[in-house]
């Protein structure tokens, strides 16, 4: 198994997943953060007064998959989050060792 984390502009991420449930692949968590990456922020205009503003919002999406849905998950969030421009996110995946369904007990790809 393995554990997808998706940093993505939080206005992708209906398209995301909409096309992620079209894949055939349920169960996400979506958190909404804060961050920066090349693009280091960016400034805003308030009252006449410039700030920077260091941290943009981001959604920060989590998947846990079979090993055999993780390609296909990452084509979908690439194809649907990108903008062609700075700051559309980045893609880490993870080993997952254990998987416990806690109302059954299942475990693994069961528990998935």
Known sequence: MKKI??????????DVR???????ISGL??????GYGRQKGHTETYRGAEYKVDFLPKIKLEIVLTNDQVERCIE????KANTGKIGDGKIFVFE??????????EEGDDAV
């Not at 984390?5 to 209906?14: G, T």
């Not at 979908?76 to 194809?79: A, D, F, G, K, R």
């Open 76 to 79: 979908v969030i690439t194809s």
């Open 29 to 34: 968590t979506v958190t909404e953060v804060k």
């Open 5 to 14: 984390e998706a940093i993505i502009k939080p206005f992708k991420l209906e």
């Open 18 to 24: 909409e096309a992620l449930t079209e894949a055939g």
């Open 96 to 105: 997952v060792e254990r998987a416990i369904r806690i109302r059954t007990s």
